[in-house]
């Protein structure tokens, strides 16, 4: 068993998991995006980064790939913290507004402005897909190709692949792939459509039946929030 | 240095014995410092053949840490060909009317044994470069 | 050994080779042939010599006479006068700027006089192709005493006292690295040199390659035995070509004379070397890149802990140093750790070699001891500004260095203090700017430089450098707001503190640096739309100076989309709606009458 420090607690893991499975069995919420379950850990959308060391020494690390090590200190809600999650959402809607994902995160993390050009694209290169399909699919198919403001995700030499089975698997884990609500502010760069929702089950049952992830779900809270437009 | 066995760590400075020679023109610091002068009057009165003959003494007699060097007109055209020899620390000593033969004799005796020949010398001192 | 009275030794680093340099050594070959001299004169081509700016570049021994920008019909004088009749040719020696006197002796030249040679002990000196002229100087010495004299505990114990720090960039203690990777558990150990250099402006490793690869192979045979390894990698850039020959010519030469291989120098010390060339990647120089480009894998990097000393090549203990490092080794090996640590300052020991370049007279490489300042590099050595321009500032570290202003020149060149003012030692790329260099437009070259290398992994670095450079070109354009500097320093620092590995983390330096001390120039391109130096196109306007302008048509003739208007002798107008702002005008006119001025401002004609 490894001991460290998260938030102030002193906590156990066991040796190999990394911060996001201790903070996660310890019921501590870090959002992710490139993390999938069963997806070996990529670390490059930056969202679950976390604050560890101290003093002048402390620096920004991706929880889903650092190890424990023993006398850690970690923090996960920090200043630096949550504004590098903020610019990351930011920077990612600004890439594909239309990724319902990535609304919900904006709404979830109050970014409430989108100060970047929008590109409109249709794949943040979180790597979901390529790691779906050569670890649990087993094809091999596509690949990051290129590097830089130029990377995107093919097939080898952009050819039609013969390794793809049409399995379907890299579209069940795209977080683009799922299309945005059609909020109250359906027509700009960000949706913020849950900013604005009331929760209707909050009168009937004193429970918020949901979570923002799945505003709407049940369909009954559309109705507006009066007078508190953020 | 064509022979290409390996080495053995005492082969190490064994080279470097060999080359001492590129080592004291690259480094300019030899012993001895022998100059030929040869303006157009000295090459005219046979300085090349003075200096062939310097250099055929310096490597029959494998002697890697003296510097030959060349220089323009010392200014006694009518006594060349002429050479200067320096030892470091030491005035320079001008021999002067020099034939490939009497060069070999200075080379044996002031180069070799530090043993000034007074019969070919003009004089003893004056500007040092080196 | 055949005995020479005198040794040409010509200059064939790569910049003088693409001056013509291996012509040179044909046509003075081809000279002393014809007369006669061929038994009396060797001539042979080294590794670079430093003064790059002065090529090609030739050096008479033993009078240590230096030449500089021969050219082909020079070498018969040069034959003539000075090796037959012994004249040293004026005409061809250094004469520093402004002056008139031409120094003759290299060891008397400003830019050679205060360099500390260490690593570069052997440039411009040895035939970098043959492995007895590094044993002559001593080469290979410091190796046979690791070998049969020290334990390896003791060699890393020498390596850390002497206080080396990795020259790379990071500055990481090396004999920290050794010992660690000394203690980790695994085998077999690897050593890599990374010869990577992707800093714009830096070719330090490229010359130490070039003119000494053999105290590079030292360097790593000493370091092999220290940690126990028994293979290594040299990673050379491919656009290094020449440094890949001479690399692979070193090795054959160590492996023929038993310095590499099995039972070196007959100690029973088993090492051996491959190269491996890169495939033109900038992030591939990052440790961990390089080790996935040795893999066969794509080259990104990783996160760290655990360090290559602990999991490295193949997961195994790996020691990744820079080829400066490599060479220094021998050196504090043969010397001692106290020789080396007398040099420099308390936290950064021994010397740095600097590839200056830029708006300097004397553009080359300088060695120079830890702790000189700035000024003494930029003017003592560098010669100062040419053309009469004042000094704004130097771009120290690459594209993770930052730039340092005039008020920095005091500041001793060390680890610790150039940190401090933002910038980073880096590799050591030192590019010196004047005042017709704007640094709006500077902080717009690294960034697109930046953008373009990034691995692309992190969403912080890839899309932090593409939306950095979009606002940056934005203010170039003379569209830039208050709210777009704003935002600039805020995703400058995001970049910064979430990216994961040093090419992210540093990528904002040079726009955090340029917006801490050259503030007022953004604010002028935002605020005033005006570019001080006159280099953002869209922000200047070509303008005939009425009281100046003579009619001679210069401008006009010159002028490629023919938008100047004016006859002979009557004063010129240029057509603004046509202008492309290319400056071929202002070039042409030999009266000083054009001047590139702010869009507002209202022109009389």
Redesign the interface.
């Known amino acids: 068993m490894i001991t460290f420090r998260m938030n102030g607690l002193e906590v156990s893991a066991e040796e190999g998991w990394t911060i996001l499975e201790a903070a996660k069995f310890y019921g501590l919420e870090i959002p992710t995006l490139c993390y999938y379950e069963g997806l070996t850990p990529?670390?490059?959308?930056?969202l679950c980064?976390v604050e560890i060391g101290e003093g002048a020494r402390a620096?920004?690390?991706?929880s889903c790939?650092?190890?424990v090590?023993p006398g850690l200190v970690v923090r996960t809600d920090t200043k630096?913290v949550i504004?590098?999650r903020k610019?990351?959402i930011e920077?990612?809607v600004?890439?594909a507004p239309g990724s319902k994902v990535l609304q919900d995160l904006a709404s979830q993390f109050g970014v409430t402005k989108v100060?970047?050009?929008p590109r409109n694209e249709e794949c943040?290169?979180c790597g979901r897909c390529v790691r779906m399909c050569a670890e649990q699919m087993d094809g091999k198919a596509i690949g990051?190709q290129?590097?830089?403001?130029?990377?995107k995700i093919s097939t080898p030499f952009d050819l039609k692949s013969a390794e793809c089975r049409l399995c379907g698997g890299c579209i069940y884990v795209c977080p683009v792939c799922q299309l945005r609500c059609q909020g109250p502010k359906a027509e700009t760069v960000l949706c913020n459509g849950c900013l604005a929702m009331d929760p209707t089950c909050l009168d009937h049952y004193d429970d918020l039946q949901c979570w923002m992830y799945d505003a709407g779900r049940c369909g009954t809270c559309v109705r507006e929030k009066t007078g508190s437009r953020p | 240095?064509a022979e290409?066995?390996?080495?053995?760590?005492q082969d190490?400075a064994k080279?470097?014995e060999?080359?001492?020679?590129?080592?004291?023109?690259?480094e300019?610091e030899?012993r001895a410092?022998i100059?030929?002068?040869?303006?157009?009057c000295g090459?005219a009165a046979g300085a090349r053949e003075v200096?062939?003959a310097l250099?055929a003494e310096?490597?029959k007699n494998k002697?890697?840490d003296v510097?030959?060097?060349?220089?323009?007109c010392a200014g006694l055209c009518n006594r060349e060909p002429m050479a200067t020899v320096e030892f470091k620390g030491q005035p320079p000593v001008k021999y002067v009317d020099l034939t490939p033969q009497k060069i070999r004799k200075i080379f044996a005796e002031h180069v070799l044994c530090g043993r000034l020949v007074p019969e070919y010398a003009l004089a003893v001192g004056s500007e040092t470069v080196y | 050994?055949?005995?020479?009275?005198?040794?040409l030794?010509v200059c064939a680093g790569t910049g003088c080779v693409s001056c013509g340099a291996f012509k040179i050594k044909e046509a003075l070959e081809q000279e002393i042939h014809k007369r006669k001299l061929q038994?009396?004169i060797l001539v042979i081509a080294t590794g670079c010599n430093g003064f790059c700016e002065r090529g090609p570049i030739l050096m008479v021994?033993?009078?240590?006479v230096f030449y500089q920008q021969l050219k082909l019909e020079d070498i018969p004088f040069l034959v003539e006068e000075h090796?037959?009749?012994?004249?040293p040719v004026k005409k061809l020696m250094y004469i520093p700027p402004a002056e008139k006197d031409p120094i003759p002796r290299m060891k008397d030249i400003e830019f050679f006089k205060h360099q500390r040679l260490i690593v570069l002990r052997n440039r411009g000196?040895?035939d970098p192709e043959?492995v007895?002229?590094y044993?002559?100087?001593?080469g290979?010495?410091a190796l046979?005493k690791a070998?049969?004299e020290m334990k390896p505990e003791e060699i890393v114990k020498e390596i850390t006292e002497s206080g080396l720090r990795g020259r790379g960039g990071a500055g990481f203690p090396t004999g920290r690295k050794w010992a660690a990777a000394r203690a980790a558990k695994g085998a077999p150990k690897y050593i890599i040199c990374n010869g990577d250099e992707g800093d714009p402006g830096a070719f330090m490793d490229r010359s130490v390659l070039e003119a000494d690869p053999h105290s590079v192979l030292e360097g790593m045979i000493i370091g092999a035995k220290a940690v126990g390894a028994e293979k290594g990698f040299v990673y050379i850039r491919h656009e290094y070509p020449l440094a890949l020959k001479r690399m692979a010519i070193a090795i054959d030469q160590a492996r023929?004379?038993?310095?590499l291989g099995e039972?070196i120098?007959?100690?029973g010390f088993n090492f051996d070397l491959e190269i491996v060339a890169g495939a033109g990647?900038f992030?591939s120089g990052e440790e961990t890149a390089l080790i996935a480009s040795i893999e066969g894998r794509?080259g990104m990097p990783?996160?760290r802990?655990p360090f290559p000393a602990q999991k490295g090549l193949w997961g195994k203990p790996t020691v990744i140093n820079n080829v400066e490092t490599w060479a220094t080794v021998p050196n504090i090996i043969l010397r001692g750790a106290k020789w080396f640590s007398a040099l420099g300052t308390k936290t950064s020991k021994g010397t740095k070699i600097f590839s200056l370049v830029g708006k300097i007279n004397n553009t080359g490489l300088v060695e120079v001891p830890m702790g000189i300042t700035l000024r003494d590099i930029v003017y003592g050595i560098g010669g100062g500004i040419p053309n009469g321009q004042d000094f704004k500032a130097v771009q120290i570290g690459g594209p993770s260095g930052g730039c340092l202003p005039p008020k920095l020149l005091d500041l001793p060149v060390d680890y610790e203090s150039l940190t401090e003012a933002g910038a980073m030692m880096g590799s050591g790329g030192m590019i010196v700017m004047d005042d017709k260099t704007c640094m709006v437009d500077i902080a717009k070259y690294f960034l697109n430089f930046?953008?373009?290398?990034?691995?692309?992994?992190?969403?912080?670095c890839?899309?932090?450098?593409?939306?950095m450079w979009?606002i940056v070109k934005k203010i170039t354009e003379g569209k830039g707001t208050e709210?777009d500097l704003a935002?600039l320093e805020?995703?400058a620092?995001?970049c910064k503190?979430?990216?994961?590995c040093a090419l992210g983390q540093t990528a904002a330096n040079p726009v955090l640096t340029t917006l801490r001390y050259f503030r007022h120039e953004y604010e002028s391109h935002v605020l005033d739309k005006r570019c001080p130096a006159g280099v953002c196109k869209a922000l200047i306007r070509y303008v005939v100076l009425a009281e100046k302008c003579t009619g001679c048509q210069s401008c006009k003739n010159a002028c490629p989309k023919q938008c100047i208007k004016g006859t002979l002798k009557d004063v010129h107008l240029i057509d603004q709606t046509n202008c492309i702002k290319c400056g071929a005008c202002q070039e042409a006119c030999r009266f000083e009458a054009i001047e590139a001025q702010r869009e507002e401002a209202i022109t009389i004609v």
């Open positions: 990529y670390g490059g959308c930056r980064v620096k920004l690390v991706s790939t650092y190890i090590e630096r504004a590098a610019m990351m920077l990612m600004s890439v100060r970047f050009e943040i290169l990051f290129q590097r830089g403001y130029k990377k | 240095m290409k066995k390996k080495l053995r760590i190490l080279i470097r060999k080359t001492k020679a590129l080592t004291t023109i690259r300019s030899g410092k100059t030929v002068h040869m303006g157009t090459i200096m062939e250099l310096v490597r002697v890697q510097i030959v060097a060349t220089s323009g | 050994m055949k005995q020479y009275r005198a040794h030794l038994d009396e021994h033993p009078d240590g090796l037959i009749k012994g004249r000196r040895i043959k007895e002229e044993i002559a100087f001593d290979y010495e046979a070998l049969s023929d004379y038993g310095l039972d120098l007959g100690t990647a992030v794509i990783r996160q802990p930046l953008r373009d290398e990034s691995c692309g992994k992190c969403v912080s890839r899309e932090g450098t593409q939306r979009e709210e935002l805020e995703v620092r995001t503190d979430a990216s994961l």
